[in-house]
T-cell receptor, first 115, second 112 residues
């Protein structure tokens, strides 16, 4: 049973380019979360999605960032016109369906470097 | 907004010594989870506490949830080099959605 998959694992972009980060949740999981982690810092919640729905995007910057979780395919975190401050590790996590409190299973992360 | 603080930020111990990290939330939590992140790795779930005053043990690790459900602690007895990593608590507010607010983390270094 494959865990949460993220790709790419490392991504280098020049300022102004677009970054697309992909996340495939664990089989059977319908909840996806995206977090950002700066070096030597904690995890900052960005967005919580279910299939075709954004449930909570209170942690997403108002501009340049968007996320989706389509009916088919992986969840995508998209960063337009990247700046150096976007350099960070971006982790995706998934959890089973339902309204209870479940553990979150994290993917290996995408390390984004903006040059 | 809700904040979850952890202390200490960093601790360096000799192998065999004990270690404790404390987690404090600005708001009452419905439950709290603990995660461990090894250097260069991703967070891995350790445990979840739900009840006020709950205490759970996993081998050398003891987790506690405060009576007011606003604080928690993780205690490691007789640390080993394999305990190296950053320990995060993550609080869940009963908003009806599964939104975790992660603590600032405690980085543990264990010298042999």
């Amino acid at each position: 049973n494959a865990g949460v998959m993220q790709n790419p694992r490392h991504l280098v972009r020049r300022r102004g380019q677009e970054a697309r980060l992909r996340c495939s949740p664990m089989k059977g999981h319908s909840h996806v979360y995206w977090y950002r982690q700066l070096p030597e810092e904690g995890l900052k919640f960005m967005v919580y999605l279910q299939k075709e729905n954004i449930i909570d995007e209170s942690g997403m910057p108002k501009e340049r960032f968007s996320a989706e979780f389509p009916k088919e395919g992986p969840s995508i975190l998209r960063i337009q016109q990247v700046v150096r401050g976007d350099s960070a590790a971006y982790f995706c996590a998934s959890s089973p369906p339902g309204m209870g409190a479940y553990e979150q299973y994290f993917g290996p992360g995408t390390r984004l470097t903006v040059t | 907004g809700q904040q979850v603080m952890q202390i200490p930020q960093y601790q360096h111990v000799q192998e065999g010594e004990d270690f404790t990290t404390y987690c404090n939330s600005s708001t009452t939590l419905s439950n709290i989870q603990w995660y461990k992140q090894r250097p260069g790795g991703h967070p891995v779930f350790l445990i979840q506490l739900v009840k006020s005053g709950e205490v759970k043990k996993q081998k050398r690790l003891t987790f506690q949830f405060g009576e007011a459900k606003k604080n928690s602690s993780l205690h490691i007895t007789a640390t080993q080099t394999t305990d190296v990593g950053t320990y995060f608590c993550a609080g869940n507010i009963n908003t009806g959605f599964q939104k975790l607010v992660f603590g600032t983390g405690t980085r543990l270094l264990v010298s042999p």
